[in-house]
């Protein structure tokens, strides 16, 4: 990887990549980075999703990129616009930790499953297979994403590199 083609996604972003990009996030504990790949066209996709749900939004401006269920769509149009076609997309999902302990069984607290739970409707709505995940347990992550080839490399401090 060079930096010329490293494409960094920010905390609640997302971003597209073709040919020869490298998607990359870091910080991923209870939020999931999702990516998209169309083998054929060689273009994919991450989103850095914070939140389950955009029906939580307090913010004046609605960030997109910060919810499940905007995030996934807006990354589907933007990969069409560089030539995937959305029959043709596979999922890769990593994070989703669930960082703290925390006592009761209150869903508000479980952000890192919601989200993974979120994402994976989504993926269900447009029909998209989720063909790898890293997710759950109680530690962070950072991820690579490869538009030439679709690999995906998840770092841990506990687990070194993994290849999905």
Known sequence: MTLENLIKVG????NV?????????TGLGSCVGLTLYDSRAKVAGMAHVML????????????IAKYADTAIPELISRMEALGANTN????KLAGGAQMFAFAGNNDTMRIGP?????????LNRYKIPILAEDTG????RTIEFYSETGILLIRSVQLGVKEM
Do not use: F, W
């Open 17 to 25: 990549a073709h040919q020869t990009g490298v998607l990359k996030t």
């Open 114 to 122: 919601r989200n993974v739970e979120s994402c994976k409707e989504m």
């Open 137 to 140: 347990a109680n530690y962070g």
């Open 11 to 14: 905390m609640a972003d997302l």
């Open 88 to 91: 043709k997309l596979e999922a």
């Open 52 to 63: 389950p749900s955009s029906d939580i939004a307090r913010e004046g401006s609605l960030n």
